[in-house]
């Protein structure tokens, strides 16, 4: 239990400091980034480097990170003015809506090709093994876009937004 635990933790503070590291190592300047299309000068630069702390040294960032990580505090969107705990927690209920929907649907779905395939011949059977295989070793972004590409482009079903 131990070291599972430890394992867990070891995960985790590899993660964080991957996305740290990404975000670090990042091409462009940070400054420029949050500046982005709006208006550049050197007091709202000034003012940016000031908030982000991006005048300290590298390691007094990181474990600044991880001192906030471990208090639950995610930060604030730059963009969007609020928490990022915030925009996360208005985002939990369409999310788990949307998840619960997926898995009636494909519960609903292997059962009709289950009674479908059931006792049937091996071209039909092989046909849905097929189709189960690739369903769980391509992407799920890879799918996302080849169905929005056919209901939404193609067909027009869906509005592309």
């Not at 239990?1 to 590899?14: N, Q, S």
């Not at 991957?18 to 420029?32: E, K, M, W």
């Not at 639950?72 to 609020?82: A, I, K, M, T, V």
């Amino acid at each position: 239990m131990i070291k599972r635990l430890g394992t867990g933790l070891a995960v985790l503070w590899a993660a964080a400091t991957a996305s740290y590291l990404a975000l670090l190592l990042a091409p462009g300047d940070t400054v420029d980034i949050l500046v982005g299309d709006g208006p550049d000068t050197p007091e709202i630069r000034a003012r940016i480097v000031q908030e982000w702390g991006l005048d300290r040294p590298e390691i007094v960032q990181y474990l600044g990170y991880l001192w906030r990580l471990l208090r639950g505090d995610l930060g604030r969107s730059y963009q969007l003015q609020l928490g990022v705990g915030e925009v996360l927690a208005t985002q939990i209920l369409p999310t788990a809506q949307l998840t619960l929907a997926a898995a009636g649907v494909g519960v609903a779905l292997a059962g009709v090709i289950a009674v479908v395939t059931a006792g049937r011949g091996r071209l039909l059977r092989g046909a849905a093994s097929l189709a189960e295989l690739v369903s769980v070793s391509v992407p799920p972004f890879l799918i996302g876009i080849v169905l929005l590409s056919v209901f939404s482009f193609t067909l027009g079903w869906f509005p592309v937004s």
